[in-house]
T-cell receptor
């Protein structure tokens, strides 16, 4: 069965520090990959997506993610975190050609001033 | 493009009452999804429409839950005889996908249900 693992439930970083959020997936081929961000009481906003091609993907708000096929990973990075980045981040995979999307359990990011 | 809108944003009800949520997707999107999200969890799939046809329902969707998408536009999710375990955020998402394709999901802001 397909699955998405976000191993870190909570991460705390200082403002201005770099950030990496981990995401691993289980699927027999290459899925479509997404990162979403959710502020408290709000819906999910798409940060970036990978369908094919260049494995380093740029997104909104200065985020990027790198697809590593050998590690079945799609980690999210940001070189310098801002206080407004505090939120919950969800990694998701979609099975190409289907309606199916599978979400991880999320990583809650706290940013220290 | 006004995005995906959901109504109401918050609903508090007593156990046993019926509730209905509405979702208006992005107008050109042909797919519409309902997800449920509880605290500390990611969205869990409930059901999915391609235009007006409900093509898939999760086992999470008991017979107290029903969803419709008349005319392939807005959708409603009704929960009958609510239980405290139904308390959650109900998220609607839409996408545009050609046959055999898979597009990105655009989410609404959710409808939070509290069952007392």
């Amino acid at each position: 069965a397909q699955s998405v693992t976000q191993p870190d439930i909570h991460i705390t970083v200082s403002e201005g520090a770099s950030l990496e959020l981990r995401c691993n997936y289980s699927y027999g081929a290459t899925p479509y990959l997404f990162w979403y961000v959710q502020s408290p009481g709000q819906g999910l906003q798409l940060l970036l997506k990978y369908f094919s091609g260049d494995t380093l993907v740029q997104g909104i708000k200065g985020f990027e993610a790198e697809f590593k096929r050998s590690q079945s990973s799609f980690n999210l990075r940001k070189p310098s975190v801002h206080w407004s980045d505090a939120a919950e981040y969800f990694c998701a995979v979609a099975i190409p050609g289907t309606y199916k999307y599978i979400f991880g359990t999320g990583t809650r990011l706290k940013v220290l001033a | 493009d006004t995005g995906v809108s959901q109504d109401p944003r918050h609903k508090i009800t007593k156990r046993g009452q019926n509730v209905t949520f509405r979702c208006d997707p992005i107008s050109e999107h042909n797919r519409l999804y309902w997800y449920r999200q509880t605290l500390g969890q990611g969205p869990e799939f409930l059901t999915y429409f391609q235009n007006e046809a409900q093509l898939e329902k999760s086992r999470l969707l008991s017979d107290r839950f029903s969803a419709e998408r008349p005319k392939g536009s807005f959708s409603t999710l009704e929960i009958q005889r609510t239980e405290q375990g139904d308390s959650a955020m109900y998220l609607c998402a839409s996408s545009f996908s050609l046959a055999g394709g898979t597009g990105e999901l655009f989410f609404g802001e959710g409808s939070r249900l509290t069952v007392l």
